[in-house]
């Protein structure tokens, strides 16, 4: 099964060591590469939350938005958005990075990640499926966005699910 046709779930607790290394489970480890040593992509997400994606699906998402800002720039449809254009430059240049995991589902977080995640070595985050890809979360981030947005779990299954 390729990576875009898995679908990764389930909320597990991580420590992070003193090296910021982090095991991921097996289980959705399995879900972001075709094999062992497979580069995969970073994302800065929201503060306090990183997103672990498959490489290649990654580099396609973001490839099909930037020629699609590259052609409206081209055709002059952001004139007057400078300053758009200049934060989604900026936004972009920042916001992702490869890395490796190890064939013990180990990866490590890089500098600049670990800021933005705001997790300590020897500390505990939360590792969670996103049926798409691997988001890691700071437990108390995790905490504050289920209390948000569990209640709409119910309205958001039916419509997605009918």
Same mark, same amino acid.
């Given at each position: 099964?390729?990576?875009?046709?898995?679908?990764?779930?389930?909320?597990?607790?991580?420590?992070?060591?003193?090296?910021?290394?982090?095991?991921?489970?097996?289980?959705?480890?399995?879900?972001?590469?075709?094999?062992?040593?497979?580069?995969?992509?970073?994302?800065?997400?929201?503060?306090?939350?990183?997103?672990?994606?498959?490489?290649?699906?990654?580099?396609?998402?973001?490839?099909?938005?930037?020629?699609?800002?590259?052609?409206?720039?081209?055709? +002059?449809?952001?004139?007057? +958005?400078?300053?758009?254009?200049?934060?989604?430059? +900026?936004?972009?240049?920042?916001?992702?990075?490869?890395?490796?995991?190890?064939?013990?589902?180990?990866?490590?977080?890089?500098?600049?990640?670990?800021?933005?995640?705001?997790?300590?070595?020897?500390?505990?985050?939360?590792?969670?499926?996103?049926?798409?890809?691997?988001?890691?979360?700071?437990?108390?981030?995790?905490?504050?966005?289920?209390? +948000?947005?569990?209640?709409?779990?119910?309205?958001?299954?039916?419509?997605?699910?009918?």
């Amino acid at each position: 099964m390729s990576a875009s046709e898995r679908f990764l779930v389930g909320e597990f607790t991580r420590t992070v060591d003193d090296r910021w290394r982090l095991s991921l489970p097996p289980e959705l480890a399995d879900g972001l590469c075709e094999s062992d040593d497979e580069e995969c992509m970073l994302v800065k997400e929201r503060l306090g939350a990183l997103s672990l994606w498959n490489a290649k699906l990654w580099r396609e998402k973001i490839e099909r938005g930037i020629e699609v800002v590259k052609s409206k720039m081209q055709a +002059r449809r952001l004139e007057g +958005r400078l300053a758009d254009v200049q934060q989604f430059g +900026r936004l972009l240049s920042s916001r992702y990075g490869n890395v490796r995991m190890d064939g013990r589902f180990r990866l490590v977080i890089p500098e600049g990640f670990r800021e933005f995640l705001g997790v300590e070595p020897n500390s505990e985050l939360v590792v969670v499926g996103a049926a798409v890809c691997v988001e890691l979360w700071h437990p108390r981030a995790w905490r504050n966005y289920l209390k +948000r947005r569990m209640p709409q779990f119910g309205p958001l299954f039916e419509e997605l699910s009918a």
